[in-house]
């Protein structure tokens, strides 16, 4: 809520007149959006023994390529900062008038995230939202519905992944309200900081945003649904991944053990 300065009230005859103490200009709110990128090559790491590297690298990219699309249908940032040292993503934030914050290197996501939204409040942002690369069905609308969410300030809102223990997206105003914690537990992590520092906390469930996909149950329960129009269910089809991991693939293999 924006606080109207008081009307000054005029000196009566005979009193002595003194300057009025300066006030700090009042902060104009902006919501910015924040994408962090780690080294594709380096993506996935759960998935390993279950994908080859070359397919691990290769549904990062997908992913990758499935977010940036939506962020660029996005319309309620009023800016969009990329925080990663990975090369070929500078270039596409160019393209779009994103801004990179560079790592000299990545130690991990949360260290990334804390970076950047130091920077970011530095230069006026006054509410963060990250949101992660792997959630191939999330659309512009949730994006921009969370970046229009009222929270307070101090306050969070927070929308959990699909088992409710990690983090999916988080929107802290501000920005640097209290350091991050991603993975394992991280959504009670977030939850136990932002009222430690007096923020209202506010939860939001959206199962697209909540569709991530970390490791193999992941992936079987993203291809129970509808990947038509995405990169990533393009490049399953065409790998031949989404018959090896379809749920009823998996079911018809244990069958034919039963069988045997």
């Given at each position: 809520?924006?606080?109207?300065?008081?009307?000054?009230?005029?000196a009566s005859y005979g009193q002595k007149l003194t300057s009025p103490t300066r006030k700090a200009p009042i902060r104009r709110p902006m919501r910015a959006l924040l994408l962090p990128v780690k080294d594709l090559r380096n993506a996935k790491r759960r998935l390993t023994g279950v994908l080859?590297?070359?397919?691990?690298?290769?549904?990062?990219?997908?992913?990758?390529?499935?977010?940036?699309?939506?962020?660029?249908?996005?319309r309620r940032a009023e800016k969009i900062f990329v925080v990663t040292n990975y090369q070929p993503v500078f270039d596409i934030a160019d393209e779009n008038g994103w801004e990179v914050l560079r790592e000299d290197r990545q130690i991990s996501e949360s260290h990334a995230v804390d970076f950047a939204s130091r920077v970011c409040e530095e230069r006026g942002?006054?509410?963060?939202?990250?949101?992660?690369?792997?959630?191939p069905l999330a659309q512009a609308g949730d994006i921009d519905e969370l970046l229009t969410a009222e929270c307070g300030n101090p306050g969070l809102v927070i929308v959990p992944s699909g088992d409710g223990t990690g983090t999916n997206a988080i929107l802290r105003t501000p920005p640097a309200l209290f350091?991050?914690?991603?993975g394992k537990g991280s959504f009670?992590?977030?939850?136990?900081?932002a009222k430690r520092a007096g923020a209202k906390v506010f939860i939001r469930r959206n199962p697209r945003l909540e569709m991530d996909v970390d490791d193999e149950s992941d992936l079987r329960a993203l291809l129970e649904h509808d990947l038509s129009g995405t990169t990533t269910g393009r490049w399953l089809r065409e790998t031949g991944l989404d018959v090896k991991f379809r749920p009823q693939a998996k079911k018809a293999s244990a069958a034919a053990g039963n069988h045997s």
């Open positions: 809520m924006i606080h109207h300065p008081r009307r000054r009230r005029c080859t590297p070359e397919e691990r690298f290769g549904l990062a990219q997908a992913m990758l390529s499935d977010m940036l699309r939506t962020v660029q249908g996005i942002v006054t509410g963060l939202l990250r949101v992660p690369l792997d959630v350091p991050s914690h991603f009670a992590k977030h939850v136990s900081e």
